[in-house]
């Protein structure tokens, strides 16, 4: 049984590294394919729509690289972004800022913003544009960690982040004043705004509009001064490939909470009833998913000790009679653990109401459910075997005594004996099975 278990968990780790093989090729492919094809001039696009994250400066940067290789003659990135993380945004400007080919950062379509650190991404563009309706601003800083951050430090951070962004401004020949009131003030301003303030270069209504616009401007691009020629140029909308779709869905907060729960309800099902298989390994995988997610998020350990706690407090309801307090208990952990787990009180990187209440609601019903009816099958008397037959209420069908007679259990005709005599049809209780004989005893004795 165990080797056939071993090889089952095999299979799935082949399965799984294969996929895993299978995705990276996946991902890879389309830029490989067209790198090779430097006869035609063309324009590269690509669309940002979402929290600024690790896999979404990985897809950025390789965009530049695969645009640089194939001798691109400009970038196109259509932003629309509620800001994001520092780390990953200062990877992204850099890219922009060592880029041989012109990148041009689109605010588009209308009803997009390019907030917090979205707006430092824009200013960084050699050509800033942005579509009428849209927005741009809002930079100042958010804590992590605590809501009430030592005011020296804040200060310091807000000193940084405000410096960071007047230099690229002035790189580019931007309003710098407006660059720093963003970061200082969480300033925000229209496209029109934007454009009369020099924090832009040009408002455009579509993509066409916009190449119309820009066409014969200069820019300085890390190997010189280029002057973009781009009317009549190929359009190629690139798709973000499948290994960053994938892993920007999970370094959602949302997605990365709910896969942590699902991981420890799996593990857990898994030691509560051993050989399922199926529950530890999707909780394993889980895990690790979640895990790969908190790395890319700031995340509180006082929030997931409380979680944890939660759990425990819910395991011991199933096993002390507490008259639901520890129920309560486990809930009120649950909830505010979930709460306190994503350091960064930013809305755009934080867990929803909705996701908290359905993972409390589940795991409800997981716990007081699923893995109650686990815990009380092992903990069951067992029904079957010799160890089944112990404390059955049987008949005595000769005298038995302390050497021989026979009595009549579980519709079966056993040999007994007893260190009491006991009479033909007097009812019985086993004590104990030696071998084959049961050591009985008169019920009631």
Do not use: C
């Not at 809501?147 to 430090?153: A, F, G, H, I, L």
């Not at 969480?186 to 820009?214: F, H, P, Q, Y």
């Not at 096993?319 to 755009?348: E, N, Q």
Request: glycine share 8%; proline share 3%.
């Amino acid at each position: 049984m165990r080797k056939k278990l071993t090889k089952i968990s095999l299979a799935i780790l082949l399965v799984s590294l294969a996929l895993f093989f299978a995705i990276n090729l996946y991902a890879k492919a389309p830029f490989e394919e067209k790198a090779q094809n430097k006869e035609e001039k063309h324009i590269n696009i690509i669309s940002i729509n979402g929290a600024i994250n690790p896999p979404i400066a990985g897809f950025i940067n390789e965009s530049i690289e695969k645009s640089e290789k194939d001798d691109s003659s400009a970038l196109i990135i259509l932003l629309d972004t509620p800001g994001g993380l520092d780390t990953s945004m200062r990877e992204i400007v850099k890219s922009i800022m060592d880029s041989n080919v012109p990148v041009i950062v689109y605010v588009y379509p209308s009803g997009a913003r390019a907030a917090s650190a979205g707006s430092i991404i824009l200013l960084s563009a050699h050509i800033a544009a942005m579509a009428p309706g849209t927005n741009v601003g809002a930079a100042h800083p958010v804590s992590i960690g605590k809501e009430k951050v030592d005011k020296e430090m804040m200060s310091k951070v807000v000193k940084d982040a405000e410096a960071y962004a007047k230099s690229i401004a002035m790189k580019r020949g931007r309003n710098v004043e407006w660059a720093a009131k963003a970061v200082r003030e969480s300033a925000s301003i229209t496209a029109k705004d934007a454009l009369e303030k020099r924090v832009i270069d040009i408002v455009a209504e579509d993509i066409d509009r916009l190449i119309e616009g820009i066409e014969g401007k200069e820019v300085e691009t890390k190997k010189g001064k280029v002057i973009l020629r781009l009317k009549g140029k190929k359009k190629v909308q690139y798709e973000m490939p499948f290994k960053y779709r994938f892993l920007s869905y999970i370094s959602d907060p949302n997605v990365a909470y709910i896969l942590m729960m699902i991981g420890l309800y799996g593990i857990l099902f898994e030691i509560y009833s051993p050989g399922a298989i199926f529950p530890g390994v999707i909780g394993g995988i889980s895990i690790i998913l979640a895990l790969y997610a908190f790395s890319t998020i700031p995340i509180s350990y006082a929030g997931i000790f409380l979680i944890l706690l939660g759990i425990v407090f819910f395991i011991l309801e199933l096993k002390i009679v507490s008259h639901g307090v520890l129920g309560l208990a486990g809930i009120i952990s649950l909830v505010i653990g979930s709460i306190m787990l994503i350091d960064l009180p930013y809305t755009a990187l934080s867990i929803s109401w909705k996701s908290i209440l359905t993972v409390v609601i589940l795991t409800g019903i997981f716990f007081f459910g699923v893995l109650s009816y686990a815990i009380k099958a092992q903990l069951s008397k067992v029904k079957t075997g010799s160890e089944g037959l112990v404390g059955e209420e049987g008949e005595a069908k000769t005298d038995v005594n302390d050497d021989n007679g026979k009595v009549f259990v579980h519709g079966e005709l056993w040999n007994a004996r007893s260190k009491e005599q006991i009479k033909k049809g007097e009812k019985v209780i086993v004590e104990k099975v030696d071998g084959l004989i049961l050591v009985v005893k008169k019920k009631g004795g």
